[in-house]
Nanobody, 122 residues
Framework: QVQLVESGGGLVQAGGSLRLSCAAS????????MGWFRQAPGKEREFVAA????????YYTDSVKGRFTISRDNAKNTVYLQMNSLKPEDTAVYYC???????????????WGQGTQVTVSS
């Protein structure tokens, strides 16, 4: 079992930055690939970024490449999402998730956090 708790969301103006954190419980964090997903009102949950177990491989959806950076600290059982140059269309609830492979399909992730709201004003 892995429990995930996101933090760091909030309200920011377009062009601003936020850093999301996701703290995991348990001693097996380093065995999980981690992903960030987001869901805007009335839309399906979509993949944002993922990172492999040792942090050596990262993956991003095209719309955030060059603006967002995913990273992890296995000693702290935490994964991060640094979000720069934020746009109003980035507004969503952001979720972190733990799975066995760092892919973009939500059903591949077994554990999910409760989400944190990110709102970008224009």
């Amino acid at each position: 079992q892995v429990q995930l708790v996101e933090s760091g969301g909030g309200l920011v103006q377009a062009g601003g930055s936020l850093r999301l954190s996701c703290a995991a419980s348990g001693r097996t964090f380093s065995s999980y690939a981690m992903g960030w997903f987001r869901q805007a009102p009335g839309k399906e949950r979509e993949f944002v970024a993922a990172i492999s177990q040792n942090g050596g491989s990262t993956y991003y959806t095209d719309s955030v490449k060059g603006r967002f950076t995913i990273s992890r600290d296995n000693a702290k059982n935490t994964v991060y999402l640094q979000m720069n140059s934020l746009k109003p269309e980035d507004t969503a609830v952001y979720y972190c998730a733990a799975g066995r492979v760092p892919l973009g399909t939500p059903t591949l992730y077994a554990y999910w956090g409760q989400g944190t709201q990110v709102t970008v004003s224009s």
